[in-house]
């Protein structure tokens, strides 16, 4: 039997020559889809009574891949989000197989022939310009972990980066020499899929920055742990959360909004957005591809949308009153 009738060699090449050579995808994205297959090959195997090398790309078949998805659900308590990317993963590998092996075209129509299934529809979370205020002066500034908490919170909402990219960025990404003389500071951030984009930083963002990095070397990342270590995007989760719960206390509308480094990403979108900057530079400020994916801000954003609606509001049933009933005009013609 040819070696490409098995499903592992088709694994191999699309992780590795697809996803990374081909795609660039971010490291993240390539984990996400390992994932996907360390799930669905057991479960292949185990139905179709194979050890997984030799397991046939035609045994994936929609009945099983369908199966894999509904114990998705049922067993491991996934959302219809998790659930549709994981069929996500499916359907790139289906079609890179179909593109470089003829004798599964077929196979390849039917498993991306397995729909989505749709999910529901919820607006995305940000914070009022008062909650983020309140979130930014939680840290305590007099020790040194709390001036790097508020640097990074700072940070965060200044640029929008994601968590992991935060976590990513070095000091040689730091352009901010000539930032105490009211000179442009900048940072270049390592987005999805390695692509790189620079954004303006405050001059309080700068500042708080440039104290965190005195003796510091260029390839060191900016933003250590309590060890000294390269804090992780997890670390940056767990920081954010701990400000989110000592702030409730005085805001507890805060609490209800589940916020982490994402939600922070919103809001400076969303903000941006508030402050009458165009759709088109926030794309490029946050790195998203797709302008269709910033337009999601426009969506929240009520303040907007009540002075839109303010500009078309129709007036009250109003009374007209004829010429000739005004006595004033009257008055005034008579005078002539």
Same mark, same amino acid.
């Given at each position: 039997?040819?070696? +490409?009738?098995?499903?592992?060699?088709?694994?191999?090449?699309?992780?590795?020559?697809?996803?990374?050579?081909?795609?660039?995808?971010?490291?993240?994205?390539?984990?996400?889809?390992?994932?996907?297959? @360390?799930? #669905?090959?057991?479960?292949? /195997?185990?139905?179709?009574?194979?050890?997984?090398?030799?397991?046939?790309?035609?045994?994936?078949? %929609?009945?099983?891949?369908?199966?894999?998805?509904?114990?998705?659900?049922?067993?491991?308590?996934?959302?219809?989000?998790?659930?549709?990317? @994981?069929?996500?993963?499916?359907?790139?590998?289906?079609?890179?197989?179909?593109?470089?092996? %003829?004798?599964?075209?077929?196979?390849?129509?039917?498993?991306?022939? +397995?729909?989505?299934?749709?999910?529901?529809?919820?607006?995305?979370?940000?914070?009022?310009?008062?909650?983020?205020?309140?979130?930014?002066?939680? %840290?305590?500034?007099?020790?040194?972990?709390?001036?790097?908490?508020?640097?990074?919170?700072?940070? #965060?909402?200044? &640029?929008? =980066?994601?968590?992991?990219?935060?976590?990513?960025?070095?000091?040689?990404?730091?352009?901010?020499?000539?930032?105490?003389?009211?000179?442009?500071?900048?940072?270049?951030?390592?987005?999805? /899929?390695?692509?790189?984009?620079?954004?303006?930083?405050?001059?309080?963002?700068?500042?708080?920055?440039?104290?965190?990095?005195?003796?510091?070397?260029?390839?060191?990342?900016?933003?250590?742990?309590?060890?000294?270590?390269?804090?992780?995007?997890?670390?940056?989760?767990?920081?954010?959360?701990?400000?989110?719960?000592?702030?409730?206390?005085?805001?507890?509308?805060?609490?209800?909004?589940?916020?982490?480094?994402?939600? +922070?990403?919103? &809001?400076?979108?969303?903000? #941006?957005?508030?402050?009458?900057?165009?759709?088109?530079?926030?794309?490029?400020?946050?790195?998203?591809?797709? +302008?269709?994916?910033?337009?999601?801000?426009?969506?929240?954003?009520?303040?907007?949308? =009540?002075?839109?609606?303010?500009?078309?509001?129709?007036?009250?049933?109003? &009374?007209?009153?004829?010429?000739?009933?005004?006595?004033?005009?009257? &008055?005034?013609?008579?005078?002539?």
């Amino acid at each position: 039997m040819k070696d +490409i009738m098995f499903i592992s060699v088709w694994i191999k090449r699309f992780l590795v020559e697809y996803l990374v050579s081909t795609r660039n995808l971010s490291k993240n994205t390539q984990i996400s889809y390992r994932d996907t297959f @360390r799930l #669905l090959l057991p479960f292949a /195997g185990k139905k179709n009574k194979k050890s997984i090398d030799k397991l046939l790309v035609e045994e994936i078949n %929609p009945t099983t891949v369908k199966a894999f998805l509904a114990e998705l659900e049922a067993r491991r308590g996934c959302s219809i989000a998790t659930r549709n990317q @994981r069929l996500s993963a499916i359907h790139a590998f289906a079609k890179f197989v179909g593109l470089h092996s %003829p004798e599964h075209v077929e196979w390849c129509r039917q498993v991306q022939m +397995i729909p989505f299934k749709r999910a529901k529809h919820t607006l995305i979370t940000y914070l009022e310009k008062s909650e983020m205020d309140a979130l930014l002066n939680a %840290p305590d500034r007099q020790n040194s972990q709390g001036r790097r908490d508020y640097a990074l919170l700072l940070f #965060l909402y200044n &640029t929008g =980066a994601r968590a992991d990219e935060a976590a990513q960025t070095k000091v040689s990404d730091l352009n901010i020499a000539g930032a105490s003389k009211g000179d442009l500071a900048t940072v270049l951030i390592n987005g999805k /899929g390695n692509k790189p984009r620079r954004c303006p930083l405050w001059q309080q963002t700068a500042l708080e920055l440039n104290a965190i990095i005195t003796r510091r070397m260029p390839s060191e990342h900016l933003f250590l742990n309590r060890l000294k270590q390269p804090i992780t995007r997890f670390g940056i989760h767990t920081m954010v959360k701990r400000y989110v719960e000592r702030v409730a206390k005085q805001l507890p509308a805060i609490k209800e909004k589940k916020v982490s480094p994402h939600t +922070i990403r919103h &809001t400076t979108a969303t903000h #941006l957005l508030q402050a009458g900057v165009d759709i088109n530079t926030i794309r490029a400020w946050l790195g998203h591809v797709s +302008i269709n994916t910033t337009n999601i801000y426009a969506e929240v954003d009520l303040e907007m949308k =009540a002075r839109a609606l303010a500009c078309c509001e129709i007036e009250g049933n109003k &009374t007209f009153t004829h010429w000739r009933d005004n006595k004033d005009l009257m &008055t005034f013609l008579d005078s002539l």
